[in-house]
């Protein structure tokens, strides 16, 4: 099962044979996907909430849609200026990925009890996340590839990843489900922004520079996103600083600082 393979562990030539096709994608995630529906085994009952619980659950819950309607719309739009056929390939993955995670956490909303999760979501996205994804689509639009793939692939993803990660250890059983299978997907999307951006960096280190840039500008809306979750999950301090830590240190191994 391919599921097994851990694309951090490849080589990048092995990376970017494997990863860039569907058939990859296809094997990665019938691995974790077969048997469930919406991400969990339907036969799973739900835990009874609190009602704050709940309301928290669900302000999160329309976050996590803001971010992946966010990398719906911009690895779907950056395909039409991909550098290459394989990238435009993983894109294309990636895309169904975003599609599916999408899928999951809204059916999750209706799941808790909202009849319009659409609304919802508009009432309780987070000021810092929309401008995060205000900006990421303006690169997508200027069809600036770098600045695009570094900010969706490496700093999109990589929050994503650290804070689904966080959750999954501490949510109900049927979100914990549906998170820990997101998390897989994050992961192949975060390796696909590290190989790219690696081989371009080392052809074009001023590029490093640019980004650092980005990444700075970025960075205020990212902790305060973060911020904002921790209190929702109910994360102690250490546990609040340590998805912060996590996350920069993500962006430190990539050799990009704040
Ligand atoms: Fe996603
Ligand atoms: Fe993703």
Same mark, same amino acid.
């Given at each position: ?31 974790? &996907? ?22 928290? %659950? ?49 059916? !999750?909303? @209706? ?12 009432? !309780?996205? +987070? ?8 900006? %990421? &689509? ?17 700093? &999109? ?7 689904? @990660? ?12 549906? &998170? ?19 081989? @371009? ?6 590029? !490093?520079? !640019?980004?650092?840039?980005? +990444? ?43």
């Amino acid at each position: 099962m391919t599921d097994a393979i851990d694309p951090h562990a490849l080589s990048e030539e092995d990376f970017h044979a494997e990863v860039h096709s569907f058939q990859f994608w296809l094997e990665a995630v019938e691995g974790y &996907l077969a048997g469930t529906e919406f991400g969990f085994d339907a036969g799973q009952t739900d835990e009874t909430f609190t009602l704050p619980e709940l309301s928290d %659950l669900i302000t999160t819950l329309c976050n996590y849609c803001v971010a992946e309607k966010t990398a719906l719309e911009a690895s779907s739009g950056m395909i039409r200026f991909a550098p290459s056929p394989d990238a435009a390939i993983f894109l294309s993955t990636q895309v169904a990925d975003e599609g599916r995670h999408l899928e999951v956490f809204v059916h !999750r909303l @209706k799941m808790l009890g909202i009849e319009d999760p659409w609304q919802e979501i508009d009432n !309780r996205a +987070n000021r810092s996340l929309l401008q995060f994804k205000d900006r %990421l &689509l303006e690169f997508v639009d200027q069809q600036d590839w770098e600045a695009a793939i570094f900010v969706q692939n490496v700093l &999109l993803e990589a929050m994503e990843f650290t804070v689904f @990660k966080a959750h999954a250890s501490s949510a109900d059983p049927i979100t914990s489900a549906i &998170l820990a299978g997101v998390v897989k997907d994050e992961r192949r999307h975060m390796g696909f922004g590290e190989n790219d951006l690696g081989r @371009k960096l080392r052809q074009a280190p001023h590029t !490093r520079t !640019r980004l650092n840039q980005i +990444n700075k500008e970025l960075n205020p809306l990212v902790l305060s996103t973060f911020s904002e979750i921790a209190k929702e999950l109910k994360l102690n301090t250490h546990q609040g600083l340590s998805i912060s830590s996590n996350y920069l240190a993500t962006i430190d191994r990539l050799g990009f600082s704040t």
